[in-house]
Structure formats: C-alpha cells, structure tokens
C-alpha cells in the first residue's frame, strides 16, 4: 500500500512538473516572433529585406505585420529587424522567401549558398521571384492574414497547375548540380494589385544564379512535362476553324505524363556532338465545344501540337545557353568522359526529337 502512495506521489509530481514545463514552453513562443516570409530587393546599391511575422493573437486569426531594413548585403537581416523590435525575431519556420527581379537579375547565388549551409533553415523552404519589389508583394498578402500566403500559392500551383515542383533542396540540388540549372516561380500582381502566379524564371548557374529568362506558365507547364512525371496541368489548344472568337480554343488538363529521354550521340569533326529522343506519353481531357473531328484526327492534332511546344521550349533554352531540364546531368550519366565544359560549349547545337503520344480519356462537346 506504501508503495502505490509513493507512485502516486510520484506520477502526480512528474505530471505537475510536465504541465509547468509546458505553460513555460507556451510563454516563451509568446515571447518571440518568428519570421516565416522573407524578401529581399536591391535598393540604390543596397539590399531591402523584408519580414512577414504572424502574431497569432486568437485562434483561427491572424494579424501579419511586415518589417523592412537596409543593408549592404543579405546575411544580417534578423540582427537589423531585433533592433526595431521589443521581442527577440526568429527566422527558423521561415517557408517562403522572394527576390525582387532586380535582385535576381543580379544573382542569387550568394544566398543559396548561405542557405545551404545554415542548419536552421527548413528544406520545405520555398523560394521564388517577383516581377514587382519583393516588399511590395509581400504588403499586397497582409489583407490575407496569413504570413505564409505565397508559399501556399505555390504548392497550390504546384499541386494543381502547371508549376513543376520546387523547394530548397530540389532548388540546391539544380544549382549545385554542373549539369543543369535552377528554375523559379514568377509572381507578379493583377490590375488590383492582387499577387498572381505568372510563370517560371530561369537562372544560369555558371553565372552566380543569373536571372536569365522569365517564361509564360504555359512554358512552365512544358517544363514540368520534361523534369517530373507529372500530374495536372492545363492548357488552351487552338482549334481549327472555328466559327467565332468564344470557340477558338479548347481547354486542355493534362491528367498525367510520363517522359523518358534516349541518348543519340553523333559525331563531327574535332567535337563530340549530342542528341536526344524525348518520348512523352500523356493522358489528358478537353473540355469545351470541339469540331466534328474523328477522336484519331484529334489525338494526332493534339500529338503534334505538344510536340511542337515541347521543342520551342527546348530551343529557348539551347539558345540561351540554360539547361533548367538537367539535359547535361541525364547525358553525364550516359556518355564516358563527360566534361561540362565541354558539353555546353556544344550544348546550343544539341539535337532534340520530342515524340508525344496522348491518351484522351474524355474529350469535351462536339458539333
């Protein structure tokens, strides 16, 4: 009987002892304040950041407030922001962080390396560019109330768009890796100031992380059909004669893709030379009025228009001398002596073949 009073005892005081400690735990995040939205912008040779900190004052309720500070570089913003605040900031449930365009036209490559070495940084962080200043889009979210607005935007996008996906580890490994380069959401505003997602941004990462090309989110579509196998997605397929303005396009949601490249190396003179077979296999559905077309015509009309999309996209970007797909990183692991350098020295002159075979699993009304 002594025995259970003294396990008793004992449970009570451990359970005191707990719930002590948790009250404890509770007034210290009251206590803090946490940074879970970051932007930086480039301001007359100095760098703008900015913080969205949430104050969760009442359940289901949020008040955002936003702080600025100038620097002359991107590493000491939470030092700058603890001066302008009487509770300490954290940044450790950071999830998003946006660069203005100019910042990003300057390059990212900085921070992505700081990233990549602060331990305390999520790898579910995601990052993204503005068309507009980074502070300004993030003032145009605080009417949401909610600090983490764009990132879920993002995954929105991503989950159910045409965005191909992207956080802090996927976006590290594209820059870190010789053989490809990274990508990034695009956000800009609508005619109300509104943040809309409005495409991808692609870097050059032998140059520091150069913004070097900003892509439509059809583009943005083609390039997720080519780095994932993907689920959902849309796009608007241009039909032929159509009778008036509301008929000329049809509403095409991709359901889901699947992409396999094949090597084919040729050889010139004094270079090695590369090609590629891209063979794309895509189950989708069209909604909207259709042509009397028989559903083999339409399959094949389909066929080629993707097709034809896919290879624009690629020669964008063999132009430009970008490889956001990794084509490099795919060749490295299939050619003997593969050098970088030498590969994007030729990388331009690379020949694609994009070969699509669609599946419709519900086409839309038809005349």
């Given at each position: ?5 003294k396990?008793?005892c004992?449970?009570f005081?451990f ?6 400690t948790?009250?404890?735990n509770?007034?210290?995040?009251n206590q803090i304040?946490?940074?879970?939205t ?5 301001d007359?040779?100095t760098?703008l ?5 949430g104050?969760y ?6 008040n955002?407030?936003l702080?600025?500070?100038?620097s002359?570089?991107s ?7 603890n001066l302008?605040?009487n509770n300490?900031?954290k940044?450790?449930q950071?999830r998003?962080m ?6 990003a ?8 390396k700081f990233?990549?070495?602060?331990v305390?940084i999520?790898g ?22 909610d600090p983490l607005?764009l990132m879920?935007m993002i ?10 996906y992207t956080d802090l580890?996927?976006t590290?490994?594209?820059?870190f890796?010789?053989?490809r380069?990274?990508y990034?959401?695009?956000f800009?505003?609508?005619a109300?100031?509104?943040p809309?997602?409005d ?7 032998d ?5 070097i ?6 583009d943005?579509l ?7 196998n993907?689920k959902n ?6 039909l032929e004669?159509?009778?008036?303005d ?7 949601q991709?359901i889901?893709?699947k992409?396999?490249f094949?090597?084919i190396?040729?050889?010139a003179?004094?270079?090695?030379l ?6 794309i ?5 069209i ?6 077309t028989?559903n083999?015509?339409?399959?094949t009309?389909?066929?080629t228009?993707?097709s034809?999309e896919l290879?624009?996209f690629?020669?964008?970007?063999l132009?430009?001398n ?5 084509f490099g990183?795919?060749l ?5 002596g593969w050098n970088?350098?030498?590969f994007?020295?030729?990388y331009?002159?690379?020949?694609t073949?994009v070969?699509?075979?669609v599946?419709?699993?519900k086409a839309?009304?038809q005349?």
């Amino acid at each position: 009987m002594g025995f259970r009073k003294k396990w008793s005892c004992y449970l009570f005081f451990f359970a005191m002892s707990m719930l002590l400690t948790s009250c404890n735990n509770s007034q210290v995040i009251n206590q803090i304040e946490l940074v879970q939205t970051a932007g930086f912008d480039l301001d007359n040779q100095t760098v703008l950041s900015s913080a969205l900190i949430g104050e969760y004052k009442e359940k289901e309720k949020t008040n955002v407030k936003l702080l600025k500070t100038i620097s002359n570089n991107s590493y000491n913003m939470i030092p700058l922001l603890n001066l302008k605040s009487n509770n300490p900031i954290k940044y450790g449930q950071m999830r998003m962080m946006l660069f203005g365009a100019d910042y990003a036209t300057h390059n990212i490559g900085p921070i992505l390396k700081f990233l990549a070495q602060d331990v305390s940084i999520s790898g579910n962080l995601n990052l993204a560019v503005s068309k507009n200043k980074a502070s300004e889009l993030l003032a145009a979210t605080i009417p949401a109330h909610d600090p983490l607005f764009l990132m879920k935007m993002i995954n929105q996008n991503s989950d159910t768009a045409n965005l191909p996906y992207t956080d802090l580890q996927t976006t590290l490994y594209n820059f870190f890796d010789e053989g490809r380069d990274t990508y990034l959401p695009l956000f800009s505003w609508d005619a109300d100031k509104k943040p809309q997602i409005d495409g991808i941004v692609l870097f050059k990462d032998d140059k520091d992380g150069k913004l070097i090309s900003q892509k439509s989110n059809e583009d943005a579509l083609w390039l997720k059909m080519l780095v994932e196998n993907s689920k959902n997605g849309n796009f608007m397929f241009p039909l032929e004669d159509a009778k008036n303005d509301n008929e000329k396009y049809a509403f095409v949601q991709i359901i889901e893709s699947k992409t396999n490249f094949t090597p084919i190396p040729t050889k010139a003179v004094s270079q090695q030379l590369y090609g590629l077979d891209i063979n794309i296999n895509v189950k989708l559905q069209i909604k909207g009025t259709l042509p009397i077309t028989e559903n083999n015509q339409l399959q094949t009309m389909l066929e080629t228009y993707i097709s034809k999309e896919l290879e624009h996209f690629i020669q964008s970007c063999l132009s430009a001398n970008i490889d956001p797909v990794g084509f490099g990183s795919f060749l490295r692991s299939k050619t003997r002596g593969w050098n970088a350098s030498e590969f994007y020295e030729v990388y331009p002159s690379m020949k694609t073949n994009v070969i699509t075979k669609v599946q419709i699993v519900k086409a839309g009304i038809q005349k």
